[in-house]
């Protein structure tokens, strides 16, 4: 079973910087595609940053230029650093990854953390 725990979330205020962090748990697994994403309520859960095992990333426009997602392979874990931060980046932030176990019959996964509050106070 993999299980992914995040860390790093807090009050912040604006201009400021936070650093997420997801780790990977388990054994004989390896992630494909990892992503960070963020939800507020009454609004749907949106992808903020993803990265593949090719170091391909993408961001959603609101993001860019001031957050980056980084990946660690041989640490199983990735992490999202965000700097000059708004009020509007608030919301609680999850980590999802995708990869594929060695064994089993199932070897395709994906999983959430448990989430994280960032609150960016202006």
């Known amino acids: 079973q993999v299980q992914l725990e995040e860390s790093g979330g807090g009050l912040v205020q604006a201009g400021g910087s936070l650093r997420l962090s997801c780790a990977a748990s388990?054994?004989?697994?390896?992630?494909?595609?990892m992503g960070w994403y963020r939800q507020v309520a009454g609004k749907q859960r949106e992808a903020v940053a993803t990265?593949?095992?090719?170091?391909?990333?993408n961001y959603a426009d609101s993001v860019k230029g001031r957050f980056t997602i980084s990946r660690d392979n041989a640490k199983n874990t990735f992490s999202l650093q965000m700097n000059s931060l708004k009020p509007e980046d608030t919301a609680v932030y999850y980590c999802?990854?995708?990869?594929?176990?060695?064994?089993?019959?199932?070897?395709?996964?994906?999983?959430w953390g448990q989430g994280t509050l960032v609150t960016v106070s202006s």
């Open positions: 388990g054994s004989m697994f390896r992630l494909n595609a």
């Open positions: 999802n990854a995708a990869g594929s176990r060695w064994f089993g019959r199932d070897r395709n996964f994906e999983v």
């Open positions: 990265i593949t095992d090719r170091d391909s990333t």
